[in-house]
């Protein structure tokens, strides 16, 4: 059954292979960007080739009005929120020591205050209608911790808080609450690492490989469509993590 999906930070990354997955399955998609204006028309344009519409919607979800109004379009719209995904997210990369407090907050604010804030102008709704699903873009690093990016991990283990006490919160109301945290994935936010870097990751992973964005997509499109599964964090990784 098509359902009405709202994803941040779906312009680019795992964010746009998500839209493209979803949309293809017949879902309706409403692709939120902020900066990147310019690729989610191409995105928009790209489906449009293959008789696919899709929702392009400029807002900055680090900021709560925003994500009021981006929700408040869809529910305009759709009359309804099916799912939610939080995927916007950034990373800083350099010593603990020599993090700004600029730095800080920036990274806060897009990775968890912005799936705080969109998750609760939007349960809202979901607890009208007794249903939904949020999906929470999380990290390998919220779980285990990465050296020279402490924020990004303490964010995506905030994301990781979020999504299991929520799960335990929204229950009742049979709305379900998952993370995906990725492993190492062929991403513009992986595009710096060298060559030695790469074979390092695929090393170190049983599976001998870096992941692609469709299989993050993937993992999406069965968490939307599962039932019982509700405050996990799924974790393709290549099995470099395996507890």
């Known amino acids: 059954m098509s359902k009405t999906i709202i994803i941040t930070g779906a312009s680019r990354g795992i964010g746009k292979e998500m839209a493209k997955h979803l949309a293809k399955q017949g879902n309706r998609i409403i692709a939120n960007y902020n900066k990147s204006e310019e690729k989610a028309k191409e995105l928009q344009s790209e489906l449009k080739k293959e008789n696919i519409e899709i929702d392009i919607f400029k807002a900055d979800v680090s ?52 799936a705080i804030a969109m998750t609760q102008e939007t ?40 999504t299991k006490s929520l799960a335990k919160e929204l229950g009742p109301s049979n709305i379900r609450v998952n993370s995906i945290a990725p492993g190492a994935i062929d991403t513009e936010m992986n595009a710096d690492l060298t060559e ?31 039932e019982f599964t509700t405050g996990q964090i799924i974790s393709p990784n290549g099995g470099l993590t395996i507890i």
């Open 196 to 226: 030695e870097e790469r074979k390092e990751i695929e090393n170190e992973t049983p599976l001998g490989k870096i992941g692609k964005t469709i299989d993050i997509a993937k993992t999406a499109s069965w968490l939307i469509e599962d």
């Open 123 to 162: 349960i809202k709704y979901m607890i009208k209608e007794q249903k939904g699903c949020i999906i929470n873009i999380s990290s390998i690093w919220g779980m285990v911790g990465a050296s020279c990016e402490v924020a990004y991990s303490i964010t995506k283990a905030g994301i990781d808080g979020l």
């Open 63 to 114: 900021k709560r009005e925003e994500c009021k109004k981006l929700v408040e379009y869809t529910i305009k719209k759709y009359k309804k929120i099916d799912v939610l995904i939080n995927n916007a997210g950034i990373s800083v990369w350099g010593p603990f020591t020599e993090l700004t407090d600029e730095e800080l907050h920036e990274i806060m604010n897009v990775n968890l205050y912005s």
